[in-house]
């Protein structure tokens, strides 16, 4: 029988995951001969959290300090009850015993590499570091390939940046943090998703949705939140080395030290890649050259009353792309971009008040990019200051919470986008240079909000949340109103609705750098407005127990009404322009997305992951030639259908793991060219596979990406004459590189 176990722990903490202390124990079995032995695997976790962690080889366990005080630790093994718990030396120690009771299940969520919650009130997918190890996640780009929800593609054929995609819609449209701190936004939204380093990464929470009014008001179809490893890691030093049959090397260290009250973490990283390939003959090469420096240290301080983090993280990359050197034209691309970050968090608790305290977070980002993609010359500095104040109380204890906090965001933008010209006049030819876009501006955005959560019992959750924020360039004030509510008919099924408002501030460039890899001819229109958007949605999670083997089914309906789209139109060859949709009803633009997630334990060693989305998603789009025509059409280079395979085999040791992945990727409506004949592009299958074999301290994995080889054809429209108005490299819906196989090794000396 799967049995909750719960302890009563009187902890302080404040809302934002990671900033109070740990919570260290361990979980034994009390055989029938009074042998005390450890249970691995076993499922820790806090209620009405995503707050999880399992138990290693060792049974031990280390789980940072849930969001409110006072909290339910629950523990949970399949087979298993209670038979004692006790506190020694400052541990949490929990013993179980075999309960062969199985003709009732009780299933509250299980902690495996991924896993979809019953207990939060949100829509939550956790993918675990042992998820994240399936794959070679080099960088956040490449966490998601074992997932259903967010899809990746590159953004174009020549500089290596890549996107994602969720619920129906761009990347730019989902809130990404990093431990609830803002992440990828303003000048980092094209290339930002190469810049975390996968071995960084503990977990990644995707939530589907708008979400908790207390993270902002960005997300339109949901957040991914990232949490780092933690001073707290088990792991004294990790080393990851990888390499790949293209020449790409990559370098990754992380540090634990502790001192007293004091603990600190540092993570180094080094990726490098200098070798051309050009494996279509396009004389363009298939795989920029870069050069990236990762750098990531922190600081935690823990006492009685306070608990603070202070971070610093810093990078610099240059990226080089285009033509080969034997080329017949020339075609470049370079780009540099340069990041330093400070942040910080910070949470007081109030002794007499128990369940009552605050926290303040802060991050500081300076961002400098410079870029060159054949003749046209972008230039982009980005100063941003976040602060978030949060307070939490209640009205009855254990019956209610409520959230309440002031936020300010501010942004200095300095960009210049510049086209070099041949001057046609004159006897002696000469150069000039043409500005296409020029911005000095400063986003002054101050918020205050509320949130109101109600629980009844363990069936129904109802939370209300409000943002009010005001917007110096447009002087309005924006109401950004959210409601989230989860009913469990019983305890393995979980029914939620959703529905809020977000807004968002974009930037055009930035924000679609990779459309730069064209010769169209640019227009923006003046004064475009914030981005605004109701999102609504319905979930259903089941945990089931057949044939003794544990399964979860998951349904996602989400949709997406814009009420002020920043159209990005590439519909007439030669032309991008971008205009906002202001005439709500008429001229409209919206996503529906469906989803159905399956994952079985076949056997103890055999688990398979089954999913299939189906996406629809239109917008407006206006006439380059006659503004008063607009005609609705499904958004470009967006796959209609998904699905995904995932197979996970283990031997009985667990030192030999095989982990393949089948991704289906269906059709996708291509914007007009000359060169292409067709309006949709063909579906294809993609499979990666990875062998890892554990030999003590040691991982030892091997893996292939795109095994099957497909790539699309021509990725680079008209190559053998880069200055012409139709060559284009940004209309790409299919893998450019083909079959590579990547190989590593990974350390960890514990504690």
């Known amino acids: 029988m799967l049995k909750k176990i719960t302890t009563f722990l009187i ?235 293209e020449g790409k090397v990559e370098n990754n260290f992380r540090l634990v030290k502790r001192s007293g009250k004091w603990k600190s973490n540092l993570f180094l990283h080094h990726s490098y890649h200098d070798m051309e390939i050009d494996h279509n003959n396009d004389y363009f090469l298939d795989m920029p050259h870069h050069n990236h420096f990762n750098l990531f240290n922190r600081w935690k301080y823990e006492s009685d009353e306070i608990g603070a983090q202070f971070y610093i993280r810093g990078f610099f990359e240059t990226r080089e792309g285009g033509t080969i050197e034997s080329a017949p034209v020339n075609y470049d691309v370079e780009i540099e971009n340069r990041l330093l970050e400070f942040s910080s968090k910070t949470g007081i608790r109030l002794p007499e008040k128990e369940g009552k305290s605050f926290g303040l977070q802060t991050s500081f980002r300076f961002h400098e990019m410079d870029a060159q993609y054949g003749d046209k010359f972008f230039e982009g500095f980005q100063k941003s200051a976040y602060l978030n104040f949060v307070g939490q109380t209640y009205f009855q204890k254990d019956i209610d919470k409520l959230f309440f906090g002031l936020s300010l965001y501010l942004d200095e933008y300095n960009n210049n986008l510049e086209k070099l010209n041949l001057a046609t006049e004159g006897i002696i030819p000469a150069w000039y240079s043409m500005t296409l876009f020029d911005e000095e501006r400063q986003d002054i955005i101050p918020g205050i909000y509320g949130e109101y959560t109600y629980f009844l019992d363990e069936i129904l959750i109802v939370s209300t949340g409000l943002r009010a924020d005001y917007y110096n360039i447009t002087e309005k004030l924006y109401g950004i109103p959210r409601i989230n509510i989860k009913y469990n008919p019983n305890e393995s099924t979980a029914i939620r609705l959703t529905g809020g408002r977000a807004l968002r501030i974009s930037n055009f460039i930035s924000d679609n750098i990779s459309l730069l890899a064209s010769n169209r001819e640019i227009s923006i229109s003046n004064n475009l407005l914030p981005e605004i958007a109701w999102n609504y949605g319905l979930n259903l999670s089941h945990c089931f127990y057949l044939f003794d083997r544990e399964g979860t089914l998951n349904v996602d309906f989400y949709r997406t009404d814009f009420e002020n789209h920043v159209v990005v139109n590439m519909e007439d060859q030669g032309m991008l322009s971008f205009t906002n949709l202001v005439d709500y009803g008429k001229n409209t ?163």
């Open 589 to 751: 633009s919206f996503s529906n997305a469906l989803q159905f997630d399956f994952s079985y334990s076949v056997s103890n060693n055999f688990d398979m992951k089954l999913a299939y989305k189906f996406n629809q998603a239109k917008s407006t789009y206006p006439d380059n030639n006659m503004w008063d025509v607009t005609e609705l059409k499904e958004i470009p280079l967006l796959p209609k259908q998904r699905g995904l395979v995932n197979l996970i085999y283990s031997n009985s040791n667990e030192n030999w793991m095989f982990d393949v992945t089948l991704n289906y990727v269906g059709k996708s409506r291509i914007p007009q060219h000359e060169s292409i004949s067709k309006e949709y592009s063909e579906p294809f299958s993609i499979i990666n596979c990875q062998i890892t074999h554990k030999l003590n301290d040691f991982d030892f994995y091997i893996g292939g990406e795109n095994l099957l080889e497909y790539k699309q054809d021509n990725p680079i429209l008209n190559y053998e004459n880069p200055s012409s108005d139709s060559f284009d490299a940004s209309l790409i819906w299919a893998p450019v590189m083909g079959r590579r196989i990547y190989f590593g090794l990974r350390y960890k000396l514990p504690i």
């Open 11 to 245: 902890l302080f903490s404040f809302y934002f995951s990671a900033i109070g202390q740990s919570i260290d124990g361990r979980v034994l079995e009390e055989t029938s001969n009074g042998k005390i032995v450890p249970i691995i695997g076993a499922n820790v976790y806090w209620e009405n959290t995503t707050i999880g962690t399992v138990t290693d080889k060792n049974g031990y366990y280390s789980i940072q300090e849930a969001p409110s005080m006072p909290a339910n630790l629950l523990v949970s093994f399949i087979g298993y009850k209670v038979a004692n718990t006790e506190i020694k030396d400052d541990k949490y120690l929990f013993y179980l015993t075999p309960n062969l009771e199985l003709d009732q299940v009780n299933i509250k969520e299980k902690k495996k590499s991924s896993n979809i919650s019953i207990i939060s009130k949100l829509n939550t997918e956790t993918l675990t570091n042992k998820e994240l190890e399936k794959a070679a996640c080099c960088n956040l780009s490449e966490c998601f390939e074992t997932n259903a929800t967010v899809d990746v593609a590159y953004n174009d054929a020549i500089s290596g940046a890549k996107k994602i995609k969720m619920l129906g819609l761009d990347g730019i449209y989902t809130q990404i943090t990093q431990e609830n701190l803002p992440l990828i936004r303003g000048l980092s939204s094209s290339f930002g998703l190469l810049y975390t380093p996968g071995p960084y990464i503990e977990s990644i929470q995707i939530i589907k949705g708008t979400g908790s009014v207390i993270n902002g008001f960005e997300s339109f179809t949901g957040q991914i939140n990232l949490e780092y490893f933690k001073p707290d890691s088990p792991e004294k030093f990790y080393y990851n080395l990888f390499g790949t049959t």
